[in-house]
């Protein structure tokens, strides 16, 4: 018996709502914008990508940053407008909407298994409580795919992740946490 993949019901909500908009176009044309921080992930891939209208030739991007002080939102920004003005959108803006907070779980299955590929271990990766990580958490490490491994610091590269170093390989890497 094969097992049925069963997707998160926040990014079901996601893709039925970019799937039923009437500016699917601009939906996919934002999917050139990546991350300046992970350029492999896509702002929708990333889950900050919330919302896109028209309102007669005028443009609303809505984005909701990983974390409420993340440095990358203005390069983000200015590359929404410049994609968007690259394709002839003159008249457009970006919102930052902080509610609700950005989640983890907004993040598409493909972005997690970029994010993988590109040495982070994604969110589910790692064996996290509901108050963060403890001292003895484990995360999968991305590059030999080992459980042997420890959690250096909370934080890593940025706030949004947590530095692990593997057993296996001696590998350091970052652990998207879970939000």
Request: charged share 25%; net charge negative; glycine share 6%.
């Amino acid at each position: 018996m094969s097992a049925i993949s069963l997707m998160p019901e926040e990014h079901y909500h996601r893709l039925r709502q970019r799937d039923a908009s009437e500016v699917r176009a601009l939906w996919d044309l934002l999917d050139e914008v990546k991350d300046p921080e992970i350029p492999v992930l896509s702002i929708w891939d990333l889950g900050i990508l919330r919302d896109i209208e028209r309102r007669g030739e005028h443009i609303i991007v809505t984005i909701t940053p990983t974390y409420s002080g993340c440095p990358a939102m203005d390069t983000i920004t200015e590359d929404i407008a410049a994609a968007l003005s690259a394709k002839g959108y003159s008249s457009h803006e970006v919102k930052v909407q902080l509610s609700p907070a950005w989640s983890s779980e907004w993040m598409s299955p493909e972005g997690r298994r970029k994010l993988r590929n590109y040495g982070v271990a994604p969110p589910e990766d790692a064996d996290a409580t509901e108050d963060g990580l403890t001292p003895d958490a484990h995360a999968l490490c991305p590059h030999c795919g080992s459980s042997d491994t420890r959690l250096l610091s909370e934080f890593g590269s940025t706030a949004c992740k947590a530095l692990f170093q593997c057993q296996a390989c001696r590998e350091t890497f970052d652990y998207f946490k879970k939000i």
